[in-house]
């Protein structure tokens, strides 16, 4: 089953976030934009943010299965990326196909990503 991302977003905060064990407590991702290096998401629990790497550009998105995934346009690579909250690569049984998405093996998929991403990234 393909899972299917909306509500691209730069900044989310949720309060009932799962910290481990039977905890539950803050969490919030945002991304920031350096004029050299590009995007990167930050995502804050308790204590020091913890940050992805640069990309030229990232969305914060809900996938249909319920949870949250950040999506990366690796630029000059040419693949968007895929990965989970935890900033690991979303596994293929998970949402249903490979978390490196080209536009020459899934032109489709690759568009529909593509413009979730620059619907949240100002050109600069």
Known sequence: MNITFSNPRHL?????????????GRCVFQAEHHPQ??????????????????????????GSNGR???????????????SRSDFLDAQAHEIGHDPYVFPDRDPELFRQLMALIQGV????
């Open 12 to 24: 989310a905060e949720f309060d009932d976030w799962p910290m481990g064990g039977n905890k539950r």
């Open 68 to 82: 949250t995934y950040l999506l990366r346009d690796t630029g000059v690579y040419g693949f968007i990326k895929i």
């Open 37 to 62: 290096r590009g995007w990167r998401i930050g995502r804050t629990t308790t204590g020091k943010t913890k940050w992805s790497t640069y990309d030229a550009g990232v969305a914060i998105v809900d």
């Open 121 to 124: 990234n100002p050109p600069f």
